[in-house]
């Protein structure tokens, strides 16, 4: 950790210069401020973690946090606090700070807290939350970075359920020109069809029942912005001509109203349904299709993410045992083996959930195949070339089955499969199925 620059916020002089001459010691470059007022009035561009003391005078650790994120989004800050501040910590952790510590604390867990801090947080393997090493994980966040600071307002995201595609969104969005205004997220599977339309474009009072007064829409809220509509597939085939007309020149109209407004919006839009093949079928417009795809985000699932895995999961570990206030969760070599041959159908969502599940039940235990749920538990008790010989021979019958089934169109044969076509392309090209 040499050369990292750390600025340590706190009116306790000793402990400030102990700090100093410790981290010093580790090749670390410091700076100091002994209050939240003048932390805020230091550059924060050259500096890699903020130690931050809860108990401050003037301004408190709370609001200097929160002072930090609006300055500089993606500061690390490690949150110290007195012993019996524990929940307020906490609080801290679910306001943005990355860790916290209790005084008095060990040396060593300093410098593991603030390792793991950077591992989890630099630029350069994680891309607003989204972790990994892998090659795919590495291209798609190169491909973040050029699209976020590019001109282009239309992205198109495509993924299996669960991969990562509003993480995505939000780097698109965090990255950008437009990062200092909002981020509105929608999904279009979860409202109504007779309220969708209100929803993103506005309403006037009186323009349906129970529309008692004027409502702003999720396009006007985003102006300047970006909008992330997940589950764009879902959008009613009434709705999605006035999509069109919106995305083609930023014009829309509010429900009941007699003029059109004007708002200039990043829209992303994501999906884990194949649209050139509900075009073909009638259940989303082509000309809606080729407006959106014009830039394309193809975010991998996790199976094909290789040593990401175990990565995902010790974040996850990490931040769900500060969430809990405990150790956290610590993964024995059987239970890595069992999660490695898990397929992971949930992708990231799955694992995040199992790891939260594991830490309310096991907290700060080393957890071994045993503790895993019966499925994969199942998997971990044989022998790993017979489990990936099962499973790839499953596999390639439910491949050429549904190939079979479609006359080797391989649009159906992915809806039939309950996937994407990119996904249906990378299983044949890793199965070596020629078509």
Not at 245 to 264: C, I, K, M, P, T
């Amino acid at each position: 950790m040499s050369d990292v620059h750390v600025l340590i916020v706190d009116d306790e002089e000793a402990l400030v210069r102990s700090l100093s001459y410790a981290l010093r010691g580790e090749g670390m470059r410091i700076s100091t401020a002994n209050s939240g007022e003048a932390a805020l009035q230091q550059a924060l561009d050259d500096i890699d973690i903020v130690l931050l003391d809860l108990g401050l005078p003037g301004i408190d650790g709370m609001a200097t946090l929160d002072g930090l994120r609006q300055r500089s989004p993606q500061l690390p800050v490690i949150m110290i606090s007195a012993h019996g501040d524990t929940r307020a910590a906490v609080q801290a952790v679910k306001s943005g700070a990355s860790d916290y510590l209790t005084k008095p604390f060990e040396l060593d867990d300093l410098l593991a807290t603030i390792s793991n801090t950077l591992a989890m947080d630099a630029p350069e393997t994680a891309v607003a939350g989204l972790q990994g090493h892998s090659a795919a994980m590495s291209a798609l966040h190169a491909a973040v970075q050029r699209i976020a600071r590019s001109s282009a307002t239309r992205i198109l995201l495509l993924g299996e359920s669960g991969t990562g595609k509003t993480l995505v969104a939000q780097a698109l969005h965090t990255h950008s020109a437009r990062a200092a205004s909002a981020f509105i997220e929608v999904n279009c599977a979860a409202l109504p069809e007779q309220l969708i339309e209100a929803e993103l474009f506005g309403s006037e009072k009186g323009a349906y029942t129970g529309a008692h007064q004027k409502r702003a829409g999720l396009v006007s809220q985003a102006n300047g912005g970006t909008l992330f509509l997940d589950e764009i597939g879902e959008l009613p085939l009434s709705l999605q001509a006035k999509l069109l007309h919106f995305l083609e020149n930023g014009s829309y109209r509010a429900v009941g109203a007699s003029q059109a407004s004007n708002a200039d919006v990043r829209v992303v839009a994501a999906t884990n349904r194949d649209l050139a093949d509900d075009v073909r079928l009638g259940r989303f417009r082509e000309d809606l299709f080729y407006r959106l795809n014009v830039i394309t985000l193809d975010i991998p699932a996790l199976r094909e993410r290789g040593d990401d895995l175990l990565l995902l999961a010790q974040y996850f570990a990490q931040r769900q045992a500060v969430e809990e206030g405990v150790s956290a969760i610590q993964f024995l070599p059987d239970c890595v083996a069992a999660l490695r041959r898990h397929r992971w159908p949930g992708n990231v969502r799955e694992l995040k959930n199992l790891v939260e599940r594991l830490t309310i039940l096991s907290p700060g235990q080393g957890i071994s195949a045993a503790m895993l749920p019966a499925q994969l538990q199942a998997q971990a008790a044989e022998p790993a070339g017979v489990i990936g010989d099962q499973l790839e021979r499953a596999e390639r019958d439910l491949v050429t089955d549904a190939l079979s089934r479609s006359a080797g169109h391989k649009g159906l044969a992915a809806q039939l499969l309950g996937i994407s076509r990119h996904a249906l392309k990378r299983r044949l090209q890793r199965l070596g199925i020629e078509r």
